[in-house]
């Protein structure tokens, strides 16, 4: 098998279900990712050291382990998961969702440190001063603080994005790893890998990586340094 | 009428500032960093929280710890002026302008976007960002966004204090030209007398965290007792005087105030205008006779009232001009040499040319500013 030879049909459907996944976790944690951040940086009440632990949780436990507790969690006798298949008929062990819920666990600490590190940055006195020109907190944040933070957001989603990407061992622990439903690329080249004569076809997927991924940190530098020259002054 | 009482905790003094006056005019917060300015001016604002207390604007109760009123800062409708500006910094003038003033209903908007861009030269900024502003257009801006959420009060926490000189001079007119056009109360924080000579009417001494006193500035400024606030080498007395003629071929202006007439430095202004002088202490020499053959031009014959009893080389002498009072700072040696004792009768010698524009009050600020809509055809 050549190398070189373009990706087939099979391979194709990896790249797309990776990208599909991605955004989709990316897209379901990014309110609850800026909420955190804002309660994070901005409230302080008892429990707000174990919620940070929490939420970095994946961050240090092995991804696997975090594959099986969500397993547990929302298996089908799960406590969760009884509960989502009795009320909505909803299952998401063995679905993409699934893999996107896994993705979206394993990015979550990423996209919330690069979000809570640029609402850090924002000067204070700035929201106290849309206050005095009659703007309520909610307003506040709406055009005040969400703004100054875009750069932050920015960041956190293209890393919350190349995490989600690369998600391997939540994945196949918890959504598996079947074809067209949850074998996203790095799925997919850990089954070439197993088969044998998938040397190229792997080579192929691992090139395929390489370059989306270059392209996302490509984005987010420019959409960065837009936003920060927007902002300069 | 401002009402203010308030208590709490700042660092390592507390903060009891108590007192009440008419919001005619500018009134100004004055007292040395760590007064507790800056504390009071937040709380009026509602940024900070007193922990008891009592604040009504014009009858208002913005806050009343004993009723369990606390006003959120949106709902007190006073514009406040940072020290720093705070102008936001992703926005364009425009935008920041808009900010207040699109917030608050349009049957309440008696200042105009138009009249405030006009007021303040700002037409040409609004396509701008703030990072591409001076200094003082940088304020100038931030005194358009407060002033266009249409305030019952405007704050300004040292709005200059961030400005050189010539940046200072760049704003003040424009500061002086609210004051004159728009039926505003303006409480003003500074610690340079230079400016609330030249802007306020009402001033407010602080001095760790207590009220000190509360009066006109010329009653202030002659009281000695207050003088280690006033301020040693800013000392001086501030009077009233009146223009009463032009002297063309020189370039002077001739006042006259209680004590007399006083020559100055021409200032545009017509004849019976009321100005507020200032005459620092150190610009005041004394004679026992009447000298001759000296430069100097004003010549006020004084009774001697009190001396300072301040230790070092120098005195501060308080003088009665016909009524008004001046400060004279002369040496000690001086003093004893010409037997000065209170009751004596003296010259008090200014030069013309130590009463310059930061000395003017009142008044001339408006007429040395331009009519308000005058230079500002474009």
Redesign the interface.
Known sequence: MNPLAPITPLEWEALRLSLWVAIWSVAVSLPFGVLIAWVLARTEFPGRGLLNGIVHLPLVLPPVVVGYLLLVLLGRQGPLGRLLFDWFGVSLPFTWQGAALAAGIMAFPLMVRAMRLSLDAIDRRLEAAARTLGARPVAVFATVTLPLMAPGIVVGVILAFARALGEFGATITFAANIPGETRTLPLALYSMIQTPGGEAAAFRLAIVSVIVSLAALAVSELLARRLQARLAG | MLELDLTARLGNFALEAKFSCETTGIVALFGRSGAGKTSVVNML???TRPHRGRIAVNGTVLFDSARGIDL???R?????V?Q?G?L???MSVRRNLS??YT??PAAERSIGFEHVTDLLGLADLLGR????LSGGEKQRVALG??LL?NPRLLLMDEPLAALDQPRKEEVLPFIERLRDTLALPIVYVSHSMAEIVRLADTLVLLSEGRVEAVGTIEDLTSRLDLRPLTGRYEAGAVIRAEVVGQDEAFGLTELRFAGGGLWVPRVEAPIGTELRIRVRARDVALARERPRGVSILNMVPCRVEDIGAEAGPQVDLRLNAGGAALWARITRRSLAKLQIVPGARVYALIKAVAIDRTSLGRGAGRFLAGPAEGNLEE
């Open positions: 604002a509602g940024l959120p800062p949106e007190r409708r006073l514009g406040y940072f720093e705070r936001f910094p992703h900010y207040g917030r608050i960002r703030p990072g591409d966004r407060a959420a």
